[in-house]
C-alpha cells in the first residue's frame, strides 16, 4: 500500500514537473520568456517587473518623440532614419520641381549680371530689355530644363539625406541642444553639412549646364581628332564639376542657415507654421533668401568659375578668387546680383513651400501633418 502511495506521488511530481517544463518551453520559442528564466524561475517576477518599466519608458519615449515630430513645420521627423529619409525624398522632388518654374526668369537676369561680362555694367532692367530685344519671353525661361530636373533630383536627394542624417542622430549627443544657440540642436547642424554635400554632388555638372546656356556658351568640350574616347569623357566630366569647391562652400552656408531658421521657427513661431498659405510663403522666402545673403559670395564665384571658357580662374582656389574679384571690382562685386537673386529666392522658395505643405497634408494621416520642410533650391 505504501508503496502504491509513493509510486503515485513521484508520478504526479513527475507530471507537474513536465507540465512546467513543456510551459517554460513554449513561452521561450514563442519570445514571450527569455531563455534564462527556465533556469531561475525564482526571478521570474523581478525580471516581468524590470521589463515592464522598461517597456513603459520606451513607449513614453517614443509618443514623446511622435509628439514632437508631429509639430507644424518641423524640419524632419523622429522616425526610422529609412523612412524619414523616403518621405524626404517625396517631399524634397516636389518642392525642387516647383521653384525653378516659379523664379527661372529672375534667376536667368542673375546669372547674367553675375556671369555675362555685357552685363556686368548693367542693372536688373537693362537686362531684361536687352533679353527681351534679343530672344524675346523665351530668353527668359533659356536653361530652364536642366534647372527643373536638377532641382528635382538635388532637391529629394538633399530632404532625403537632411531628414535620414537627421533622424538617425535622435538620441545621440547631437540631438541636445548647442549651448548659447537658442535650442539649435547639433543634429540641425550635422544633417545641413551632409545634405549641401549631397547637393553639390548632384548640382554642380546641372548648374555648369544651366549657367553655360544662360551665358551663350557650350558646355561640351570640342572633340579633337585622334583624342581616345575615354580621354574625351574624362576631360567632360572634369569640365561639367568644374566649381565645385565653390558650390560646396555656397551650399553648406545657405543650407546650414536655411534649416537652423526653419528649426528656430517651428519652435518659436508656431502662429506662423499653422497658417495655410501666407504661413509657408513667408517661413520658406524668409529663410531661404536670409541664407542667400549669408552664401552670395560664394554664388557669384561659382558663376563665374562655370561661366569661364577662357580658364582665366583654372586652378585658382575660393580664397584667391575672392581676393580678385575684390581688388578688381570692389567689395559691391561679391553681391552683384542679389537682388533679382533675392527676389527669385523668395519667390520660388515661398511658392514652392506652398506646393511642399499641400504634398505634406495629402500624404499624411487624418490629423498626423508631416513633419518635413523642404530645402531651398537656387
Not at 521561450?28 to 531561475?40: E, G
Not at 513603459?56 to 513645420?73: C, I, L, S, T, Y
Amino acid at each position: 500500500m505504501l508503496f502504491g502511495v509513493f509510486v503515485h506521488d513521484v508520478c504526479a511530481c513527475i507530471c507537474v514537473h513536465v507540465h512546467v517544463f513543456v510551459s517554460l518551453s513554449l513561452l521561450i520559442i514563442l519570445d514571450q520568456v527569455p531563455p534564462r528564466w527556465a533556469v531561475s524561475g525564482a526571478d521570474l517576477g523581478n525580471e516581468l517587473s524590470r521589463n515592464e518599466e522598461h517597456a513603459d519608458k520606451e513607449q513614453h519615449q517614443q509618443v514623446a518623440a511622435h509628439q514632437r515630430a508631429r509639430h507644424v513645420g518641423e524640419i524632419a521627423g523622429f522616425g526610422a532614419p529609412s523612412q524619414e529619409a523616403m518621405m524626404g525624398m517625396v517631399v524634397g522632388m516636389v518642392y525642387g520641381a516647383a521653384s525653378p518654374l516659379a523664379g527661372h526668369p529672375i534667376d536667368t537676369i542673375k546669372t547674367k549680371l553675375q556671369a555675362d561680362p555685357a552685363h556686368r555694367t548693367g542693372n536688373s532692367w537693362s537686362v531684361i530689355r536687352h533679353v527681351l530685344h534679343q530672344e524675346g519671353v523665351v530668353g527668359l525661361f533659356r536653361g530652364v530644363t536642366p534647372a527643373v530636373l536638377g532641382g528635382t533630383i538635388y532637391g529629394g536627394i538633399v530632404l532625403s539625406v537632411y531628414s535620414g542624417t537627421y533622424a538617425a542622430c535622435h538620441g545621440t549627443a547631437l540631438a541636445e541642444p548647442i549651448p548659447g544657440s537658442g535650442g539649435l540642436r547639433g543634429s540641425v547642424v550635422v544633417a545641413a553639412v551632409c545634405s549641401g554635400g549631397a547637393r553639390t554632388l548632384i548640382e554642380t555638372p546641372l548648374a555648369l549646364i544651366k549657367v553655360r546656356r544662360q551665358t551663350g556658351s557650350d558646355w561640351k568640350l570640342p572633340r579633337l581628332p585622334g583624342v581616345p574616347g575615354v580621354t574625351y569623357w574624362c576631360n567632360q566630366l572634369r569640365e561639367l564639376y568644374r566649381g565645385t569647391s565653390p558650390t560646396l562652400y555656397r551650399s553648406c552656408t545657405m543650407l546650414g542657415a536655411f534649416f537652423a531658421l526653419n528649426d528656430y521657427c517651428s519652435r518659436k513661431l508656431p502662429e506662423l507654421n499653422s497658417m495655410a498659405v501666407l504661413g509657408p510663403f513667408v517661413k520658406g522666402g524668409v529663410c531661404a533668401s536670409v541664407g542667400w545673403v549669408a552664401a552670395w559670395p560664394f554664388e557669384v564665384v561659382k558663376n563665374r568659375v562655370q561661366a569661364d571658357v577662357s580658364m582665366s580662374y583654372h586652378n585658382k582656389s575660393v580664397s584667391v578668387i575672392l581676393q580678385q574679384i575684390v581688388r578688381d571690382e570692389g567689395a559691391r562685386a561679391l553681391f552683384r546680383g542679389i537682388l533679382p537673386g533675392l527676389c527669385k529666392s523668395f519667390v520660388s522658395n515661398g511658392a514652392a513651400m506652398i506646393a511642399l505643405h499641400f504634398t505634406q497634408r495629402s500624404l499624411a494621416p487624418t490629423n498626423e501633418p508631416s513633419p518635413h520642410v523642404a530645402a531651398p533650391s537656387q
